[in-house]
């Protein structure tokens, strides 16, 4: 009996072994499969020499395509038709990025459950609740329609299937490996997703949440004094003064009880956070050195490894565009060619609003509109779950939209900034084709073809920069902007009247634009798109006008402007901020009631050049210093247990500061004596002071800007290991160089045009999405030090100007 039980043993152990080793528990990858040699995550180290030429069959090019890859691993793809620059674009994006490509879109879908189980469940429901897939498949229908867009969207999508199908597990990116799952074959829908997803980063927050509760607590004066529609300072977009060359269509009258309060609810979210942001300008010839313009662009966005941009240059006939692309989509996003480059900043667009829905019952079949009950459409999101059934989520449609939520999920802090029972009206649900905008800039060779390229471009609004090199230069604040009247979509709105929806859109040629303005220079920073004589609504509130006000000062006096002058603005660190606030708030501070460590602090503020650099102390105090003066000024009365609100701006509080020192909302409420503007800086200077010491320990080095910042470049799934060291860099939200801790310019350019264009830029990455590659991680130190590579637009794939290390042939046979 014994002898049999062993036996037993010996058999079972081993079966119970093999199958712990094999499967996935929880965040751990089943470790036999992942430690395996052959085909575990050692296959992932790459070597570090680079095979010279190499040559593929695919049967799926219409002609031999050469792709030349230089010493960043940027590929130069050569091709002789369209359908092979597209497909070869699609399969050596994925050949560097396939992980990124296929983890951006099945979060976009709101399929994470798939891949970790029923944690994700709740965030794969918001995404599919807010309308990703439904958008996604509305803007695949308008890709479809145009033949060069589905041209470009089916090619690529080839070139990433024949890639995904000549993988062998050994092969698979590391990050299938430690999170156990396999790519799927890509579909054009996925396309479509990873352009929502960028509507979704750039234009799914609003206020109009705590802008309700607001009004609802304080009165509508009190809104218009401390939430105005135009701020007390300002540098817009398009130049004060310019005029509008155009017959504006009527702006929809608002109904009568426009200012009629809807119920909230107990909303829990929380203020924009300020960091979507960019910057972009062009100077004319006329303040350059070489008589040509010059552009540049640096988008704001999370920092990620791999990097959100894939650097590429694409030719074929008609076609040779250098730039950066967004891995799971065909084109050029931002970049230059022989004639023409771009750029692009966020517009930060009034495109999504909530409305207030009546239901006939519970059953949410029909809902009260125009004065009739209207039927909601149903959509049944199947989610599959990890480990666990799949779930049916049914959202309810109304003609707006999805009705988000009926009911919120507890501890789920997405879910928190939307209204139960309010239907979402998005742009991005729309019917669009952005393809189409940047398939024709690609190809752009003057200021009517950039102009052309903009009308097909809908969401997510975009300031688009131009420079040619016929000495033109523009900038237009582009969209597809619904006509509102004034402040529509500010507050949450009455979903049974019908003169609460979009009445119609502002012409595409009435969009905001300026061409060749008399200052020589365009520029953006995400501030207001104009002066308050547009005669139309965008929004009521933009970003903060300091990096746009360095930015204007800044090339209003420059002359002779060189690419390594531009380059050195770009990482400019100069606060505007603390030059508008500083000579207010210093003569407040008593120095006799500071302690050694706050006095040496304020030594050291007095004495501050008021540039965000990495060595500076002054930088840290002034920065805490001044976020605690706004929650001093500001708490006591906009936060309030179960009525989620969000404070006035920086501007209004700057406002306040220079000319309502004496104004009602310094005192503290919530104390008995009646404190002043000087009490509220003093205590918190000292608190600003005390914070760091008690966190860095005596004030020194420790201190400095770089070390309180601590700006890094996380793996994109957070995945430990797989990120950044910490940066000793400076820079700030408030400056033009815009870094906070991973959050900045996520790729830098500047193109100066000329008889052959000359483009510079980096990113804070690799091109590789494989932390096994030397090509992973090696421009971030390049992006940190504030340098740019020369980029290489070559002529042909034989150009000698080119470092170029390897060459791939893709033969059809």
């Known amino acids: ?63 031999n395509v050469d792709i030349a890859f230089d010493d960043r691993m940027i590929p130069h793809i050569f091709a002789q038709n369209d359908h092979d620059v597209y497909y070869a674009q699609g399969y050596v994006t994925a050949m560097h990025r396939l992980w990124q490509m296929d983890f951006q879109t099945r979060f976009a879908a709101g399929r994470i459950s798939e891949v970790v189980g029923k944690k994700a469940i709740e965030l794969d429901k918001y ?49 299938y490996k430690l999170l156990d799952f396999k790519p799927e074959d890509w579909t054009p829908l996925k396309c479509a997703l990873l352009l929502k997803q960028m509507s979704a980063v750039l234009a799914m927050g609003s206020d109009e949440f705590y802008m309700t509760n607001i009004r609802k607590k304080f009165g509508t004066d009190v809104v218009k004094d401390l939430f105005p529609d135009y701020p007390f300072k300002e540098d817009p977009i398009i130049p004060v003064g310019t005029k509008w060359d155009f017959d504006p269509l009527p702006v929809p009258t608002p109904p009568a009880d426009a200012l009629k309060e809807m119920t ?96 006939k019952d519970n059953t949410h079949k029909s809902y009260w509109y125009n004065n009739e009950w209207k039927n909601t459409t149903t959509r049944l999101e199947k989610i599959l779950i990890r480990g666990s059934k799949a779930e049916i989520d049914t959202v309810y449609y109304t003609h707006q939209g999805p009705v988000v939520y009926l009911q919120k999920p507890e501890k789920f802090s997405k879910a928190q900034n939307i209204p139960i029972g309010n239907a979402l009206r998005w742009i991005a649900h729309d019917k669009s084709n952005e393809l189409k905008t940047f398939y024709l800039l690609n190809r752009g ?62 012409p595409a040629s009435q969009n905001p634009t300026v061409k060749n303005p008399p200052r020589n220079f365009v520029s953006s920073a995400n501030q207001s798109s104009t002066d308050q004589t547009y005669p139309y609504y965008i929004n009521w509130e933009f970003s903060p006008y300091e ?145 760091l010491e008690r966190k860095y320990g005596p004030i020194g080095e420790r201190w400095q800007w770089a070390n309180f910042k601590h700006s890094n470049v996380p793996h994109l799934a957070k995945i430990p290991g797989f990120g950044s060291k910490t940066l000793m860099i400076g820079g700030g939200k408030m400056t033009i160089d815009a870094l906070s801790e991973s959050n900045g310019p996520s790729w830098r350019m500047v193109v100066e045009l000329g008889k052959t264009p000359k483009g510079h830029g980096v990113f804070p990455g690799g091109q590789s999405g494989n932390p096994g590659s030397k ?19 070559m002529q042909s794939v034989d150009d000698p100007s080119a470092k170029i290390i390897s060459k791939l042939k893709i033969s059809k046979k």
């Open 1 to 63: 009996m014994m002898n049999k039980i062993k036996a037993l043993i010996c058999i079972v152990i081993p079966i119970l072994l093999t199958y712990a080793l094999n499967t996935k528990f929880g965040d751990t990858p089943p470790l036999l499969k992942f430690l395996n040699p052959f085909t575990g995550f050692w296959q992932n180290a790459e070597k570090n020499t680079v095979n010279p030429n190499r040559k593929i069959t695919l049967k799926a090019t219409y002609q």
């Open 127 to 175: 995404q599919r609740r807010m309308g990703m897939v439904y958008g996604a498949e509305k803007s695949l229908e308008g890709m479809m329609t145009d033949p060069k867009s589905k041209e470009m969207i089916l090619a690529y999508t080839a070139g990433i299937n024949d890639y995904i199908h000549s993988l062998t597990q050994a092969k698979l990116p590391i990050e």
């Open 264 to 359: 909230t609810g107990n909303i829990e979210t929380k203020q924009k956070e300020e960091g979507i942001g960019s910057n972009n300008w062009a100077i004319s010839g006329a303040k350059t050195k070489s008589g040509y313009p010059i552009l540049a662009n640096d988008p704001h966005l999370d920092l990620t490894l791999p990097s959100i941009w894939y650097q590429i240059q694409l030719h074929a006939p008609g076609l040779n565009s250098y730039g950066v692309s967004l891995p799971g989509a065909p084109g050029v996003i931002i970049g230059f060619n022989q004639n023409i480059a771009w750029g692009v900043t966020n517009v930060a667009a009034d495109v999504l609003d909530f409305y207030e829905i009546k239901f």
């Open 445 to 506: 060779k003057n200021y009517n073809d950039y102009r052309k390229a903009l009308t097909y471009y809908t969401a997510p609004a975009q300031n688009f920069v131009f420079a040619s090199v016929d000495n033109d230069i523009a900038i237009t604040a582009n969209g597809k902007f619904p006509l509102k009247w004034k402040d529509q979509g500010k507050f949450i709105m009455d979903g049974s009247d019908p003169k609460n929806d979009w009445q119609g859109w502002i």
């Open 547 to 691: 990096r746009a006000k360095r930015i204007n000062d800044r090339l209003t006096v420059m002359t002779n402007a060189t690419a390594d002058s531009i380059r050195t603005m770009q990482t400019d660190t100069y606060s505007i901020h603390a030059q508008n606030i500083l000579p207010a708030i210093l003569p407040l501070v008593d120095g006799s009631k500071l302690n050694a460590t706050q006095k040496e602090g304020f030594s050291l503020v007095s004495a501050w050049n008021k540039h965000y650099d990495a060595k500076e102390v002054a930088a840290s105090i002034f920065d805490l210093w001044t976020k605690r003066i706004q929650y001093n000024i500001w708490d006591d009365e906009f936060s309030v247990d179960g009525v989620p609100m969000r404070y006035p701006s920086r501007d209004r509080t700057v406002q306040l500061i220079l000319t309502q020192p004496d104004s009602k909302w310094v005192d503290n409420i919530k104390t008995p004596e009646k404190e002043t503007l000087s009490d509220l800086v003093n205590e918190a200077f000292k608190y600003s002071c005390d914070s």
């Open 775 to 793: 090509f992973y991680d090696n421009m971030i130190d390049t992006w940190a030090n504030g340098e740019l590579y020369d980029l290489f637009f």
